[in-house]
């Protein structure tokens, strides 16, 4: 289970993942994302903020992060992931060569400092 909410003043969309990721929680995010890059260009940012990452529920659902990825990265600014969770550590550092955005990592009490630099213009 994920939980969204963009924040349609910013333009930072904020992901809370809750359970093993599914092709429903992508397909979710994408309604709520979409309008809003149809009528503004692209996002601002994207904040991910978990404990720790909760995995895919199936290799279906892990596509179908993959396929959202695809075809939204050119569409965001830049990607906070505000965790503790090694594997959220890690990801900026490979998400990088994979995505245009400015993917940084965040320890879990920086959560203000996250949403500073999304809002940022640098």
Do not use: C
């Not at 969204?4 to 992901?15: C, D, R």
């Amino acid at each position: 289970m994920l939980h969204a909410e963009l924040l349609e003043t910013v333009g930072i969309l904020i992901i809370k993942p809750e359970a093993p990721l599914s092709e429903d929680d992508f397909k979710s995010v994408a309604t709520i994302v979409d309008p809003y890059i149809e009528a503004h260009g692209q996002l601002q940012g994207i904040l991910i903020q978990a404990e720790k990452f909760p995995g895919w529920k199936n290799f279906s659902s892990f596509l179908s992060h993959f396929r959202f990825v695809r075809d939204h990265h050119e569409h965001v600014g830049k990607v906070a992931a505000v965790s503790d969770s090694g594997f959220l550590e890690i990801a900026p550092l490979i998400a990088r060569h994979f995505v245009k955005a400015d993917v940084r990592h965040f320890p879990a009490d920086e959560f203000p400092q996250a949403m500073t630099w999304l809002q940022s213009k640098s």
